[in-house]
């Protein structure tokens, strides 16, 4: 089992619709969890921080399912601007012993005018 | 601009050749991470530094990469004999952590884009 999973997608979705992304992780003992935003030859930015009581930022909420290892992003009322990369990413421990970020492949999403 | 800085953006070097990065992170963050990334694939942890000590390195670090933080704020990361397979984004990232505390939120830079020929 990858340590980060994601379904690559693309996700092509008309505007408005709502999308959701699943992540699941291997390392129970995680306990960081975020959503990053890639555009395309850019830097990942901070989406949001993943609570285990959930948490929602405007259109988009995220989730966290301990028991199962699973990290959702919901977004609603899709924006063209909302077409990005989005990358799940969690805390493991690394060869060393620490913790370190360890990030998803990505989920490609794609919003249609 | 109080972000995450690095340059050069780009770079193309022959194969062979040595090349180095800077990354200046955000004033008050005392860590500061490496990744590179290549297409399709999400950063990869290469080494991080607590302010000027460098605590950990990842096994893609391969002898040929080097990473220093000398006074605790800019980091450079030299790569010695480049190959083609060195071609990636390298992104530097920064944090406020203390030791022992999970991980929190990281901030990256845009990145430096290595092209080896």
């Known amino acids: 089992r990858k340590e980060v999973e994601q379904d690559p997608g693309p996700f092509n979705v008309p505007e408005g619709a709502t999308v959701a992304f699943n992540c699941t992780y291997s390392n129970s003992a995680s306990q960081s969890f975020f959503w990053y935003r890639q555009d395309c030859r850019k830097e990942p930015k901070l989406l949001m921080s993943?609570?285990?009581s959930g948490n929602e930022d405007g259109r988009f909420t995220a989730q966290l399912n301990r028991a199962s290892q699973y990290i959702s992003l919901l977004i609603r009322d899709s924006k063209l601007s909302d077409s990005a990369t989005y990358l799940c990413?969690?805390?493991?421990?690394?060869?060393?012993?620490?913790?370190?970020?360890?990030f998803g492949k990505g989920t490609k999403l794609s919003v249609i005018p | 601009d109080t972000g995450v800085s690095q340059n050069p953006r780009h770079k193309i070097t022959k194969r062979g050749q040595n090349v180095t990065f800077r990354c200046d992170p955000i004033s008050e963050h005392n860590r500061l991470y490496w990744y590179r990334q290549t297409l399709g694939q999400g950063p990869e942890f290469l080494t991080y530094f607590q302010n000027e000590a460098q605590l950990e390195k990842s096994r893609l670090l391969s002898d040929r990469f080097s990473a220093e933080r000398p006074k605790g704020s800019f980091s450079t990361l030299e790569i010695q004999r480049t190959e083609q397979g060195d071609s990636a984004m390298y992104l530097c990232?920064?944090?406020?952590?203390?030791?022992?505390?999970?991980?929190?939120?990281?901030?990256f830079g845009p990145g430096t884009r290595l092209t080896v020929l």
């Open positions: 990413v969690v805390n493991m421990v690394s060869g060393a012993g620490s913790y370190q970020l360890t």
């Open positions: 993943v609570y285990s």
């Open positions: 990232a920064s944090s406020s952590q203390r030791l022992g505390q999970v991980p929190n939120e990281q901030f």
